[in-house]
Each structure stands twice: as C-alpha cells, then as structure tokens.
C-alpha cells in the first residue's frame, strides 16, 4: 500500500509555482533594468506637454484621426479663450476697440466690433465632430486686425497671453475649412493645461522611456514633489523667453523668477539626490525676437552682456540655474531648445540617451 502520493504532488505543483514565480522576477528585474524613468519638470507655461506630444510622435504611433479630432476642439478653444483674455486685459489696461480704416463708418464698425467682442466671450464648445463655427470667423479676423486689440497683444506679458494665437491667425482660413484636420504642428502649438500626472511610454534603442508629465501650476506641484524619488533623469523646462512675462496665477510674479525657485527647490530636493539633472531652455525662437524689443535687464538688472544677442543673454540665464545648484557631486546637463521643432528635439533627445547611458555604464563600474 502507498502512502503520501497526495502530498508529493502538492510538492510538485509548488516548486513548479516557485518556479514560474521566480522566472516572473526575474523577467521584471531585465524589464526594470531596461527602463529609464523621466520626470518632466517645470513651472506652468514652460513646454512640458510640448515635448511629452514630440515624444508621441517622433518614437510611438503619433496622433490618431480621432485625437486630431479632438485637438481641433481644443484649438478653437484656445483662440477664442485668448480673444476672451485679451478683451478682460484690455478694460484692466483701459485699452479700447479701436478699428481706424474708415473715419466715416467708424461707429458702425466700433458697434460690431463690440458685438464681436461679446460674441467671442460667450462660452462656446464644439464637439469633435464638428468644424469650427463659421460665425467665429469674421469675428476672429476683425479683432485681430482691430488697432486696440494690437496694443493689448504687444502688452501680453502684463497679463500672461498664450504664445500660440500668432502661429493660429498666420492661416486662419485652413483651420475654418469643413474638412480641417489638425496637423502634427498645429497639435504641438496647440495648449491644454496639465492637471495630475500624465505618462507615455516609447522605446529608444535597446531602451524603454517612461516620460511622466505633471500640472507646473503652484496648485498642482503638492501633488508630485515627493511621489518620483526613484527616477532616473529630471527634464526640467523653462521658459527662456519667460523672462518678462507675469504667471497665469499671479499676475505679480514672474516667470523666469517662479522657474528658478522652483529650479533650486528641485536641484537641491532629497527626493532627487541619486537622478541625472537635464536643463531645458525652451522656447528660443519666441526669446530671440523677443529680447530685440523686451530688454533683459528692464527685469533682469545684473545682466550687463549684449541686450540683443540671445547666445550671450541665453548663457546668462543658464549659468543663473547652474548656480543655484548646491550639490558639487551633481552634474546639470543644459540644452537650448525649441520644443515645438520636432528635428531639433529628436537630436536633443538623442544627446540625453547618449548621456543616460554613460551614466549607467559608471554606476556599473562604480
């Protein structure tokens, strides 16, 4: 007679469980070993969710129809939204309509002026499947040719106006065709604030990203500050060309000086001590026409180089984020970018793999 064939078996079906377990970890330690893990950073406005799209589209599949679809929604927002900012700034400034083409319709034009201006302040959504409404049209072109409403945009610094309303209004026509579709371009210029947390996921090389995007609103920082100390490389954005504009929420403050708080807070953090830092200046193109007619030291008064020369005035700024930096063992790695220029970012992107993996291969050794 035999006995304990039932426990043998049991035996049998628990080494195999252990291992098929032990066959899982080590599949997710090559997998965790293979992962890089990178925090975007940054105040709001800076370009964060610009590049999170560049990374959509220059490594995974890019924009769906459907996506596209809805961006147009979103775009139609953010001019008429901008409309609707300009005309709020505009009574604060005390800055009126304006349209000088004809002095004797002047106040018929002023009359639908005004009834533009109310048009576009009603709050008007679209679905994805719809056009841009056509009524919006005539109202858009005759705002943006108004003489007031130019006054107001060249102060748009004094009241944080979105730097996507002059890409939109170079062709406005296209974006109000029945059968527009929402370019790549169009999609990157495109805004839609950040709140939580946002991931994508795309391989480079023999690499797989995780690229988390947070809100940089001072509301939405609470949220993340303490939940990525285990990192790998921080991207942490600004806005060069954020240099005299006031912020979204506190029309007192500065951009520039809000990314250089929030740039030591992070440098220096204890949640980052053992992560790669990358230091994005974004936004050059905006900074180099900008500088020509916004002098740098009107906010920035220690600088004394070439007020019109954006390498000098570019250096100036990055050696002001490289010195807040208080950790001598801590390397910054600084990139002039433009993150709306998919070949530009593709090249940067490929530097920071290059300096990813080098830095591995010396922790290896170490």
């Not at 970890?25 to 969710?49: C, F, P, T, Y």
């Not at 990157?188 to 940089?216: A, N």
């Amino acid at each position: 007679m035999c006995f304990g064939g039932g426990d043998e078996d049991e035996l049998a079906a628990g080494s195999a469980r252990n291992r098929e377990i032990d066959k899982m970890i080590r599949s997710d330690e090559k997998r965790m070993n293979r992962e890089v893990k990178l925090l975007l950073l940054g105040a709001g406005e800076s370009g964060k969710s610009t590049v999170l799209k560049q990374m959509k589209l220059i490594y995974a599949q890019g924009f769906s129809r459907t996506e596209r679809d809805e961006w147009r929604c979103i775009i139609f927002g953010n001019i008429n939204n901008a409309f609707k900012v300009i005309m709020d700034a505009m009574d604060e400034l005390e800055i009126s309509l304006d349209n000088p083409d004809n002095e004797s319709s002047r106040d018929l034009t002023i009359i639908l002026l005004q009834q533009y201006a109310a048009l576009v302040m009603l709050d008007k959504e679209i679905t994805h499947k719809e056009p841009l409404p056509l009524d919006y049209l005539p109202a858009f072109k005759a705002l943006w040719a108004d003489k007031g409403v130019k006054e107001a945009i060249t102060r748009g610094n004094e009241y944080a106006l979105h730097d996507n309303l002059t890409y939109f209004f170079w062709d406005l026509d296209r974006l109000f065709a029945k059968d527009y579709v929402p370019t790549d371009q169009d999609v990157l210029r495109s805004r839609l604030r950040t709140t939580g947390i946002t991931e994508t996921i795309f391989e480079l090389g023999s690499l797989t990203y995780r690229m988390f995007d947070v809100g940089g609103q001072r509301s939405e920082r609470k949220k993340w500050i303490h939940c990525f100390e285990a990192v790998n490389c921080l991207l942490f954005l600004v806005a060069i060309s954020g240099y005299d504009q006031c912020l979204v929420e506190d029309k007192d403050g500065n951009q520039m000086q809000e990314a250089l708080m929030l740039f030591e807070s992070i440098a220096n953090s204890q949640w980052f001590t053992k992560s790669a830092l990358i230091l994005f200046l974004n936004k050059m193109d905006l900074f180099r026409d900008k500088i020509a007619t916004s002098p740098i030291p009107q906010y920035f008064p220690d600088y004394t180089g070439d007020p019109t020369d954006p390498k000098v005035a570019g250096t100036f700024f990055k050696e002001k984020f490289r010195g807040l930096n208080r950790n001598p063992q801590k390397d910054i790695y600084t990139h002039f970018t433009n993150a709306t220029d998919t070949n530009l970012l593709k090249i940067t992107m490929t530097s920071v793999q290059d300096m990813i993996i080098q830095r591995n291969l010396h922790q290896l050794i170490l």
